[in-house]
């Protein structure tokens, strides 16, 4: 089923970090708009958290003389890999939106979005 212009807008923002806001906001009666915000929202979360964590773990080590240093910069190829694979998930959500697929067939994203955001229905 072909959507219309607004809508594959509105779902593509979804996965384009904290821009998941505005169909969160301004699309509250469209599935499957909100379906997609709901993946949109777990991806910058969670990769948000994780960045976060190794960022604030990398910065701690650097107390450590020598090992601090050379644990931190690991963490800082690990963020590196991080921030790739989190605009990977971005592209393959707007994989999903522009080939008309449905939320539900992003891998273990949909599930954790399902399970755990309820509340966005």
């Known amino acids: ?3 219309d212009t607004k809508t ?3 779902s ?10 505005v169909p969160l906001f301004v699309e509250k009666e469209n599935k499957w708009i909100r379906a997609h915000v709901k ?3 777990v991806i910058t979360v969670a ?3 994780l960045g976060l964590i190794v960022s604030l773990t990398g910065t701690i080590l650097k107390i450590i003389p020598i090992l601090g240093t050379i644990l931190a910069a690991i963490l800082g190829v690990v963020a590196a890999v991080l921030e790739i694979a989190g605009l990977a ?3 393959y959500g707007i994989y999903l939106v522009v080939t008309d697929k449905d939320a539900k ?7 954790v979005a399902d399970n755990y955001l309820k509340f966005l229905d």
């Open 105 to 111: 067939d992003f891998p273990v994203v949909s599930v």
């Open 89 to 91: 998930a971005m592209v």
């Open 39 to 41: 993946n949109g929202f």
């Open 12 to 21: 593509i923002l979804a996965y384009v970090g904290l821009l998941f806001l």
């Open 1 to 3: 089923m072909k959507k």
């Open 8 to 10: 594959l807008i509105m």
């Open 47 to 49: 990769f948000g958290l």
